[in-house]
């Protein structure tokens, strides 16, 4: 991803901005290049590559593999290297706090800070990337709750891409210039998937220290049409 800089680490501020700091070590030796061109030599999106070595969450181990198979470093070593991080933020004491936000933001809208707790749009999230990087103007249109805000706040970020309602695009055609600036430049948000469902459900509890049993998310995926319902309603079913 040319031409953004990426926030600063602190290495010592604990094992997951370590781990991304030396990726990001890795990936300046080997030239720097592009996310966008490490994707192509990988089977992982161009932002998931980046959010690796953003310092917010700790990568899964396939995506810290496939960023060093683009850097051409060794995997072995690397896995190692993950295994330690991810082994010492899991001994890291987690402080009781009740005034601490739950896990799903229920109805609320995701900001910039919840981006540790966004998952289940990684697909969307990469298709509107690589427009962003394509075009100097984009949008993402979708109904009433489908998480536009949430994804331009918490999943694409520092981004210029506007979000508007579906049932506005015919207000948009209306003028010509916008018309324009829209053609090839639309992202749709529809609905998730079941399994993108499960991963917005069971995620953010993981990364909260948390535990959803997986009785009760298979009942509450079968227990409604989840497709067709707004993004925001169906999290805020798991909120307390």
């Known amino acids: 991803m040319a031409g953004c800089a990426e926030n600063p680490l602190d290495p010592g501020a604990g094992p997951v901005q370590r781990l991304a700091s030396e990726l990001r070590k890795l990936r300046s030796e080997a030239g720097s290049p592009t996310y966008r061109s490490m994707a192509q030599r990988t089977h992982q999106g161009a932002s998931t590559l980046s959010q690796a070595a953003a310092g917010e969450r700790l990568p899964t181990l396939p995506v810290v593999l496939a960023y060093v ?16 991080a991810a082994a010492e933020a899991a001994a890291e004491p987690r402080v009781e706090d009740e005034k601490a936000k739950p896990p799903h933001r229920g109805l609320a809208r995701f900001e910039p800070a919840d981006a540790d707790l966004f998952f289940g749009c990684d697909e969307l999230t990469e298709r509107l990337f690589q427009q962003a990087c394509l075009r100097r103007f984009t949008a993402v249109f979708g109904p009433s709750g489908s998480g536009k ?8 970020r520092e981004r210029v891409v506007i979000a508007v309602r579906a049932d506005f695009l015919g207000h948009c055609a209306q003028h010509p210039g916008l018309t324009a600036a829209l053609r090839d430049g639309t992202v749709l948000a529809g609905p998730m998937s079941r399994d993108e469902l499960r991963e917005a459900v069971v995620k953010p ?9 997986r009785a009760c998310c298979m009942t509450s995926l079968h227990s409604g049409n989840w497709a067709s319902c707004p993004l925001p309603v169906m999290r805020s079913s798991h909120s307390p």
């Not at 198979?69 to 995997?75: D, N």
């Not at 805000?149 to 694409?156: D, E, F, H």
């Not at 509890?205 to 049993?213: F, T």
């Open 69 to 84: 198979q683009a850097c051409g470093g060794h995997p072995e070593e690397w896995e190692e290297r993950w295994r330690q």
């Open 149 to 156: 805000s949430s994804l331009l706040r918490a999943g694409l």
């Open 205 to 213: 509890a993981q990364a909260a220290g948390l535990i959803v049993e």
